[in-house]
Nanobody, 128 residues
Framework: QLQVVESGGGLVEPGGSLSVSCAAS????????IGWFRQAPGKNREGLAC??????????ADSVKGRFTISRDNANAPNTVFLQMNSLQPDDTAVYYC???????????????????WGQGTQVTVSS
């Protein structure tokens, strides 16, 4: 059974950086789409970035392009995906979720309904 676990959230000051991680376990992911989403209180879940396990191609929502970077450690931990977040602002405060769709594609805009396996989320708070 595929399990998805996020880690690395926390409190960061405006303008700061933070990296969150997503570990997928249960089986290997020869072909999957792995996405990062976030949901702030009272708002819909928003797709941020996606990476294909087959070739590590990446896709970004316009709202985070240039500030967020999604990546994998292909050599050491191929089932782990990272989201590096820079220039964080209070509007970035949300619960950040990792989602996996086996044999899926990274299609923009990223839609939560396109991903079948989700983690529990990790809180990111941007505040002084």
């Amino acid at each position: 059974q595929l399990q998805v676990v996020e880690s690395g959230g926390g409190l960061v000051e405006p303008g700061g950086s933070l990296s969150v991680s997503c570990a997928a376990s249960g089986f290997t992911l020869p072909h999957a789409a792995i996405g990062w989403f976030r949901q702030a209180p009272g708002k819909n879940r928003e797709g941020l970035a996606c990476i294909m396990s087959s070739d590590s191609s990446t896709y970004y929502a316009d709202s985070v392009k240039g500030r967020f970077t999604i990546s994998r450690d292909n050599a050491n931990a191929p089932n782990t995906v990272f989201l590096q977040m820079n220039s964080l602002q209070p509007d970035d405060t949300a619960v950040y979720y990792c989602a996996v769709e086996r044999f899926g594609l990274c299609l923009l805009p990223l839609m939560p309904t396109d991903f079948g396996s989700w983690g529990q989320g990790t809180q990111v708070t941007v505040s002084s």
